[in-house]
């Protein structure tokens, strides 16, 4: 199915090979269509991933297995002289770390890993400068075949304890495919880039939306363990071919939330070890080296300099000194072939009492290697690795940023340290490290929207009689009935999918504050800055990582009836209108993926909505966001402070993940053939507008409404 021999027996059915048809096409205003694909060179060896460390679901109605699909290793290593379709791919033969079944896996008792054998020990030589040394010369790998790793699936539900397997066979299920149709749902696409962002984006709604369920149902479980395990079994995956060097599609400074997103676009194959690596053959000789490494904090790493990391080996150092095996071995072997090596450095994630946020730091080279006493006592192995040059910053923008949040004073070239003068719950900085401008011209900065009409005068909200906050779950929640059924954020603050209109939990409700239905009206929660961008005025962007579906903040201005004449004519550059409100717009979820029915029909359309605000003379950071072709931003309609669904409050979320310093954007819109839309009884213009958005999928070209009006 995937154009190449295969080179050990697989027990799984093949993957599939999707027939797929692009998405709909959106209505302006909103993100640029994405759909569920996979990016695969078409003479790529399989990925390998690896099955996580214990089972984590059952939950057959969902329509995903107990545990991931176990993709095996190929049994030959590929010749580095060979010049396929991926810069450099290779066919891994003991590059992943399985985890196994029972007290032996792979001749190493209690271990989750592979070592790869060699036919004559390392032979250690003198050290040189008072370290230890690791050996002199390389060991060739013998042709041995590797075993296949075992299934988890004899593991009980909620049990961390091993499946017994003496004096019987243990049964293995194979992975459950969704018994549906997702040709409209899956569009294909050779652009690694767009590929590795519906994958991330894909993966991560269907998490989001596993997580919504799971709390319905008062169950503690991985949900993107769960969410991993639809993705490998629909065969959703990005550069499935193991490779030395960059990923096609992931970029110096991208962030992930958990281990899976790294496999799942070929980043990284580990979900357990900090070491991926594989065994290549170099000309007439084979070598196990390393691809990529994760400091995780696990061990005593030494990270203070930005451009070098001092990594400690894999292996336990707290009762016995670490061998040289294993990822051990390979970045020995890469010190001696000076190949590049993947590092992702990891923080903690402030929004979490117990994650981390991944990033991509870029490619290294080790430098030297020695081994040296570690605190418990024991000999661990230490590699020097060196930044390579002329690459993006990666984690020196988190160091920077993480200054920045502590101290913002120590923020340079600030024209004004607050530009909301105190309206915002964090300070917003407005930056200029382009030229001499001041700031933006003059404007009232203001959180709230301003209606024309008294709030009062509008359909009020029907309230909840929760006692203290809105639960999932609570078929007597008529906030949560509103949002159909589930209420529309997770614990954490998250939004779990798009609709055409949220119900928040208004003053007319019985719940808290605290409660999680009130989450946009608690205003910005993130550190923003104002900058001068090169050739598009001012922008944003946000000293915080930002997760996919957190709040961003609000449109605010003033709302208007229509379109006011001004008297030199000129457009209004802060002007949001909604043209069209597509219901079957839901930021990527796709139902079928968890065998769900579809809730809307694709034919279905919903009316523009009659909301004009314009933020020329009053607004807040909102209206500093430039529009993007590719935007990681989008808008949600929401109420919470009456019932008139045809003025509701516009409010932006991250699209995806968006690492610190970036700039925000989300899409203005494309008009069509038409010159303008009618509203009410009078006749808006709008025209095209050049777009400098710099993105690959840039249209040229965004909606700009016209300041004047036809009566």
Request: proline share 7%; with cysteine.
């Amino acid at each position: 199915m995937d154009g190449y021999p295969r080179q050990t027996p697989i027990s799984l059915n093949d993957p599939i090979v999707l027939d797929v048809k692009p998405l709909r096409s959106l209505a302006p205003m909103f993100p640029a269509p994405l759909g569920f694909h996979t990016f695969s060179p078409p003479s790529g060896p399989s990925f390998v991933c690896v099955t996580p460390f214990g089972s984590f679901t059952s939950p057959s109605e969902f329509g995903y297995s107990s545990g991931f699909c176990p993709l095996y290793p190929n049994s030959a290593p590929q010749d580095l002289n060979q010049k396929p379709v991926d810069p450099v791919s290779f066919k891994s033969r003991n590059g992943a770390a399985h985890a196994g079944q029972g007290p032996n896996v792979n001749g190493f008792p209690g271990s989750a890993y592979y070592s790869p054998p060699f036919s004559t020990p390392p032979k250690m030589v003198t050290p040189l400068n008072g370290k230890s040394p690791l050996f002199s010369r390389p060991a060739s790998a013998s042709g041995r075949k590797v075993k296949e790793p075992l299934h988890l699936s004899g593991y009980e539900t909620g049990s961390s304890e091993m499946p017994k397997t003496e004096g019987k066979k243990v049964k293995h299920k194979r992975p459950k495919k969704v018994d549906s149709d997702l040709s409209t749902l899956t569009s294909s696409s050779h652009d690694p880039w767009e590929s590795v962002e519906v994958i991330l984006m894909t993966f991560d709604a269907i998490r989001r939306r596993i997580m919504q369920l799971d709390e319905a149902r008062d169950v503690k479980q991985r949900q993107d363990l769960k969410a991993g395990t639809v993705m490998m079994n629909n065969d959703l995956r990005a550069n499935k071919a193991k490779r030395i060097g960059q990923v096609p599609g992931v970029g110096v400074g991208d962030i992930f939330y958990f281990r899976i997103e790294m496999c799942l676009v070929g980043l990284n194959s580990q979900t357990i070890a900090g070491i991926d690596y594989m065994t290549a053959r170099f000309g007439d000789e084979e070598d196990p080296v390393a691809l990529c490494i994760i400091s995780a904090g696990v061990y005593e790493n030494t990270e203070d300099d930005v451009d070098v990391l001092i990594y400690s080996g894999q292996g336990s150092s707290s009762k016995d000194d670490q061998k040289l095996e294993r990822g051990n071995l390979a970045l020995e072997r890469s010190l001696h072939r000076a190949n590049e090596i993947r590092v992702i450095r990891s923080v903690k994630d402030f929004g979490s009492l117990t994650g981390k946020i991944y990033i991509y730091d870029g490619l290294y080279k080790i430098h030297e290697s020695w081994v040296e006493k570690a605190k418990s006592g024991f000999n661990v192995f230490k590699y020097k690795l060196i930044r390579e040059p002329g690459q993006p910053d990666g984690i020196a923008v988190w160091k920077l940023a993480e200054k920045w949040r502590e101290n913002a004073s120590s923020r340079g070239k600030v024209i004004l340290p607050d530009i909301s003068s105190g309206m915002e719950s964090r300070p917003v900085c407005l930056v200029n490290e382009v030229d001499d401008e001041k700031g933006p011209n003059h404007f009232i900065y203001s959180t709230k929207v301003n209606y024309l009409s008294p709030i009062t005068s509008l359909r009020p909200l029907q309230g909840c009689m929760c006692s203290s906050v809105c639960l999932p779950g609570d078929a007597n929640c008529s906030c949560a009935q509103q949002n159909g059924g589930d209420l529309p954020y997770s614990a954490n603050g998250i939004l779990v999918s798009r609709k055409p209109l949220i119900y928040e939990c208004n003053n007319s409700c019985c719940c808290s504050v605290n409660c999680r239905n009130r989450l946009t009206q608690k205003g910005i929660q993130l550190h923003f800055e104002v900058f001068k961008t090169s050739e598009r005025g001012w922008g944003l962007r946000c000293w915080d990582p930002i997760r996919a579906g957190t709040f961003i903040c609000e449109y605010t201005g003033e709302i208007i009836d229509k379109i006011r004449v001004d008297e030199d004519g000129e457009e209004d550059e802060y002007m949001f209108q909604t043209m069209h409100a597509d219901q079957t717009f839901r930021w990527n979820y796709g139902p079928e993926l968890l065998g769900d029915p579809s809730c809307v029909d694709l034919r279905e359309k919903s009316k523009p909505l009659s909301i004009i605000i314009s933020a020329k003379n009053m607004g807040n950071i909102s209206r500093f966001m430039n529009h993007s072709c590719s935007p990681n931003v989008f808008w949600q309609p929401v109420l919470y402070d009456h019932g008139d669904d045809e003025y509701p409050h516009i409010m932006f979320f991250a699209i995806k993940h968006i690492p610190p310093m970036t700039e925000l954007t989300y899409d203005y819109g494309l008009i069509g053939a038409q010159d303008g839309y009618a509203i009410g009884s009078n006749f808006q213009s709008r025209k095209n507008k050049k777009c400098l958005c710099g993105s690959s999928k840039c249209r040229g070209s965004f909606c700009q409404i016209l300041s004047k009006s036809y009566e």
